[in-house]
């Protein structure tokens, strides 16, 4: 017999230990339970029965039980629950989990494509995919060379919470991504969807809550929500959710040129996705389709409300792009919002923090959807009039896009006679001043900086999640610390004490240490997030960040003119107004001098690849280009850290000049301003 090689040796005559035989075991059952889960739960068609999968996991959860080392993050078993959370992180989005604009008629839709065919400079008409909008919670999932290493909720868009150990406990969310020739999966995959309850096991959920004497969950999607958000994974692990994905952060690099093409690539390495989604030639088979699932939806498992549109085409929608708060190339179109009859009680006059009066229905409640309503806006006076409504009247109820609550109109045949006229009042309900209503405005107002509810809904404002977001300073916390005197104004909310707090009822030294800990950590703060929170008038996120780009400190935005405002791009002759009562006051100075005394601290905003390209040039276009229509052209100069200017003045910095350019061209020249070619501008903005 022949000498055996030495690999032949080890082959024959090295015995594995049992540890080695156990990973490898491990290895195996691991890949043999996720297979098996995936044709399960993803594709609702087994290979094995229950029991038989039964008995492969009790096999992988014994060997892990004696060779705990082995466990790895993607095993099955670490869908069952970890330890208890001590609370959630705060997660950047690599990119921004953008909302959809809403459409709630055909000419919504029809408008939609138009906007498109300007955009793009194109007659169309185009190519869509459309899918059923699930009424869940939106999150990302985020793999790292096939592996899950980040789930996180949408958020406010840039910033969600980090609730992956959750996450993991639902069945079709893959730990690792399936993988073959025909769809490898890259390094980095940013997998956005929805998680959602079912109707049957909500009804079980709420069957088993009751029987405990908890309080019900009043519709599946807040009962995914609170299921997503408890610091128990354990208790998330019970409860009945799923997970559909319907998209990536950033289809760049993915062997796909549609949407469709997407959705396949992720069913094939592991995602559930709709088989509800539909091709359509153009936006009359758009229409067509939201009819055909409007009657298709109280068969489905699932709530839905309504239908989501995308451009088909991925190359359309890098083109289509973004505005500050959703994206181009999509849109949601809503159901019929549901509907009921009830009482008006009442009528209440509630002052914002602008000053302006809204009438507030006061109504006998009554369930909407799930959901039991017993207020509703009414908007304004014109709304009043135009809907004669009167104290006592039938009024129809519904939720506007299945969420806001308004009043449609009164029921005019169940009147009696007996019914009251509502009319707005003559003096503000909280200060007495007499109200006033500018002639351009729709709005009643309070013209009372120092009136009581103006100060009040500011303070509420500035410490709520379209300000500061400080934890523990909800609505509620911040009129009972304006009640008690503690708060009167925005800077007080940094001079609040531990003991202070603790001396109110309803407070523990746990949670006035924890509100301390809190407004400690918001004094630290970005220039646009300070400007957003302050509540001036028509100034949201959108705008605070335009200012934060023109201006570099407090002093130079408070020096600064009205025309100073209308000159930057996206602030028109309202804003720069509103910009310059409310920033010019001795009082807005004041606030800003304390809070500053106090500690607060602007930090710059961090950008993930430093200083725009673009940043501190201010373009202007004149004639047509032949690549770019007008609109998407200034899309691009703001996408990289422009401005836009309408235009010629002091600040323009470049002069893009298409085809028939005229008089501004001549003036730009004479100003020895830089000319651009549409050649130069395309090596500009796609280098």
């Known amino acids: ?81 970890g330890a208890l959370l001590a609370g959630f992180q705060a997660v950047g989005h690599r990119l921004p989990m ?7 008629k055909k000419d919504d839709l029809e408008n939609f494509e138009k906007k498109l065919g300007r955009f ?52 079709t969310v893959p730990l690792r991504l399936l993988a073959s020739e025909a769809s490898a999966v890259p390094d980095l995959l940013e997998v956005r969807g929805e998680v959602y309850i079912e109707t049957a096991g909500f009804k079980a959920l709420n069957q088993e ?27 998330t692990a019970k409860r ?37 989604a539909r091709r359509c030639g153009g936006i009359a088979e758009v229409f067509s389709y939201f009819e055909y699932l409007a009657d298709l939806r109280a068969s489905l498992a699932y709530e839905i409300d309504g239908l989501v549109v995308k451009v088909n085409d991925l190359g359309l929608q890098k083109r289509l792009g973004a505005t500050a708060r959703s ?21 209440d006059f509630q002052v914002g923090r602008t000053g302006a009066v809204t009438p507030v229905a006061i ?50 045949e169940e009147r009696t006679g007996t019914e009251q006229p509502v009319t707005m009042p003559d003096n503000c309900p909280n200060c007495a001043s007499p109200l006033i209503r500018l002639a351009n405005e729709s709005a009643t107002r309070c013209p009372n900086f120092h009136c009581p509810a103006q100060r009040l809904r500011a303070l509420i404002h500035f410490t709520g999640k379209a300000g500061l977001d400080i934890e523990g300073l909800g609505k509620k916390v911040m009129e009972q610390l304006y009640e008690a005197d503690l708060v009167r104004e925005i800077p007080d909310i940094f001079t609040l004490s531990s003991d202070s707090l603790q001396e109110l ?106 200083k725009l390209p673009l940043t501190g040039r201010v373009f202007l276009f004149t004639g047509g280009l032949a690549a770019f229509s007008r609109d998407e052209a200034k899309a691009r100069v703001k996408a990289l850290g422009g401005q836009v200017a309408s235009a010629i003045n002091a600040k323009v910095t470049d002069v893009v000049s298409g085809e028939g350019a005229g008089s501004k061209l001549k003036k730009a020249r004479e100003l020895q301003l830089a000319i651009l070619s549409e050649t130069d501008f395309i090596k500009l903005v796609e280098r």
């Open 1 to 81: 017999m022949t000498e055996r090689t030495a690999s032949q040796r080890s082959l024959f005559e090295v015995q594995a230990t049992p540890a080695q035989v156990a990973a490898q075991r491990l290895a195996v059952l691991r890949a043999e339970l996720h297979k098996h889960a995936y044709r399960y739960y993803v594709l609702d068609n087994p290979l094995i029965s229950d029991a038989e999968y039964d008995l492969l996991f009790q096999e992988l959860l014994d060997l892990e039980t004696k060779f705990p080392d082995f466990v790895t993050p993607d095993s099955p078993s670490q869908r069952v629950g």
């Open 98 to 104: 953008l909302s959809l604009d809403n459409a709630f």
């Open 120 to 171: 793009l400079q194109s007659a169309g008409p185009f190519k869509y995919l459309a899918e059923p909008k699930i009424d869940g919670l939106a999150v990302e999932l985020i793999y790292e060379k096939g592996l899950l290493t980040l789930g996180s909720t949408r958020g406010d868009g840039q910033t969600g919470e980090d609730i992956t150990q959750n996450l993991k406990t639902i069945a």
């Open 209 to 235: 809550r009751l029987q405990a004497g908890e309080p019900l969950f009043a519709n599946p999607r807040n009962a995914a929500a609170g299921s997503l958000r408890q610091l128990d994974p354990r208790l």
């Open 240 to 276: 009945p959710l799923a997970f559909i994905a319907y998209g990536v952060s950033d289809p760049a690099g993915l062997p796909c040129q549609s949407q469709d093409a997407l959705l396949e690539l992720l069913a094939a390495i592991g995602f559930r996705i709709t088989p509800l």
């Open 327 to 347: 994206p181009r190339w999509a849109i949601a179109m809503k159901f019929a919002a549901t509907q009921a009859t009830t009482r008006l009680l009442a009528v």
């Open 363 to 412: 109504l006998e409640p009554v369930a909407i959807g799930g959901v039991t309503v017993s207020r509703a806006t009414l908007h304004n006076e014109d709304e009043l009039r135009r809907k004669d409504l009167r104290i006592g009247d039938t009024v129809l109820i519904q939720r506007a896009g299945d969420v806001i609550p308004e009043v449609v109109k009164p029921v005019v």
């Open 505 to 610: 009822e309803g407070w523990g030294e746990l949670s006035a240490a924890k509100a301390v800990a809190a407004i400690s950590a918001s004094k630290t703060t970005t220039f646009a997030g300070l400007i957003a929170a302050l509540g001036i008038r028509h100034v949201g996120e959108g705008i605070a960040e335009i200012l934060e780009q023109r201006f570099t400190n407090l002093a130079g935005l408070l020096d600064a003119t009205e025309q100073d405002f209308k000159d930057i791009q996206g602030i028109g002759k309202e804003i720069a107004k509103s910009l310059k009562n409310q920033l010019g006051t001795p009082a807005m100075r004041q606030t800003l001098d304390r809070l500053l005394a106090l500690g607060l601290t602007i930090v710059p905003t961090v950008q993930t690849d430093g």
